[in-house]
């Protein structure tokens, strides 16, 4: 009897601690284990209106950009400036080895000097042989007189009018050779002065006052006809090429203001607008592009090809109810906000309006104001999940 007691109360015992235990595990599966609330923060669906804001990434260009290099293909005798430089226009900027151009100038300028002595000596040969033709008509003339008078025979006349024909036809040949020698000296000189043209573009000549940013070709290497050597942009026509997702840009427009961050200058805010809206957007990223410039031109251009954050100011948008943009979340493929009615949670679906840099968006369905949203949690929200509001969550903006 006395070792049935005992092995009772060892077994009560041990149930009892078995009881404790699941009961301690009870607790802290319910208040810190799977099964514990998960801390969240509230916030009240208000109507309110808000100014919406694009923003883009985009690279600096320039709106012109002047690609100077040889007209034909020839070696680089030398380069006068280095990117970074600020030329003038007029300012020579490298030139060209002329090799043989010159002798073939020299040789142009012997064959024009030639052609010239050559219309000179037929000229002189042309007012020879009209002071033939002018006697001729006289003689043939008085012949025919005296034909008349009978003075003279016919056979004398006509051996005068033979003379006034061979004069005339001697006056057509050298004439005809006078215009060949006029022509073939427009010729050489149309030559030479395409030498001369060919000469003068081998000189390098900025076309505008601007900013050396590229020196592609040393001296010594042979460019081809059209390739770069130098690089100048005109620094007051530097601007940024942005593009903006497509589904925020509705209301997008030219001459609206914009901020621009350079990556180069983080935490300085540069004043731009938008300059205009390109006709054509990219249908893989679905973004469309904007080209948005300076208001004023910063000192020191950046260098072409920068990346810069753009940020364009909308118009105001009307009071509609507005949540925190880090409320909306995606669930089962389907965009919405978790609502917390009477202790528990549901899913709204939602459809999304503009947004401004202050975080919050606008819905323009499935909420009406009033309602209480998660904006925060500790962990992924279900349906069955219990929740409880804090203040703030350790890691989350408040």
Do not use: C
Not at 180 to 202: F, K, T, Y
Not at 295 to 312: C, D, N
Not at 349 to 356: H, I, L, Q, R, Y
Request: glycine share 8%; proline share 5%.
């Amino acid at each position: 009897m006395r070792t049935f007691l005992s092995t009772r109360g060892r077994t009560l015992a041990l149930a009892s601690v078995l009881i404790l235990l699941a009961a301690l595990l009870g607790y802290v599966a319910l208040r810190a284990g799977p099964l514990a609330p998960v801390p969240v923060t509230l916030v009240t669906v208000d109507s309110q209106p808000i100014k919406p804001a694009l923003f883009g990434i985009g690279t600096v260009e320039a709106r012109f950009t002047h690609k100077i290099g040889p007209t034909f293909a020839g070696r680089i005798k030398r380069v006068e400036v280095q990117p970074g430089d600020h030329v003038t226009k007029g300012q020579l900027l490298g030139e060209m080895d002329p090799v043989d151009l010159d002798d073939k100038i020299g040789a142009q300028e012997a064959t024009i000097k030639r052609a010239e002595a050559s219309a000179l000596a037929v000229d002189a040969q042309v007012q020879e042989v009209s002071a033939r033709k002018a006697f001729a008509e006289v003689q043939a003339k008085r012949y025919e007189q005296l034909l008349s008078a009978r003075s003279v025979s016919e056979e004398g006349a006509q051996a005068k009018r033979q003379e006034l024909q061979i004069a005339q036809a001697s006056l057509s040949a050298v004439r005809a050779n006078l215009d060949a020698s006029r022509q073939e000296l427009i010729r050489a000189r149309a030559d030479r002065d395409g030498l001369m043209r060919q000469r003068a573009n081998l000189r390098l000549v900025s076309p505008v006052d601007g900013l050396v940013t590229r020196r592609d070709v040393d001296p010594g290497t042979t460019a081809v006809a059209g390739q770069a050597v130098v690089e100048v942009v005109e620094p007051a026509s530097i601007w940024i090429s942005v593009r903006f997702d497509q589904q925020r840009a509705n209301g997008l427009t030219a001459r609206l203001p914009a901020q621009i961050v350079l990556r180069s200058r983080a935490g300085e805010l540069l004043a731009g607008r938008v300059s205009r809206i390109e006709p054509h957007a990219d249908a893989v990223t679905e973004e469309i592009r904007a080209k948005v410039e300076f208001t004023q031109a910063p000192k020191t251009p950046p260098p072409i090809g920068e990346l810069a954050e753009v940020t364009v100011a909308l118009a105001a948008q009307k009071a509609m109810p507005v949540v925190p943009n880090a409320s909306v979340q995606r669930v089962d493929g389907r965009l919405g906000v978790w609502l917390v009615e009477d202790g528990s949670l549901r899913f709204a679906p939602v459809k999304t309006g503009a947004s401004d840099l202050e975080g919050r968006v606008q819905i323009l369905q499935g909420l009406s104001g009033g309602e209480r949203v998660v904006v925060y949690s500790q962990k992924a929200l279900a349906a069955s999940t219990r929740i409880k509001v804090v203040a703030r969550i350790v890691g989350k903006a408040s």
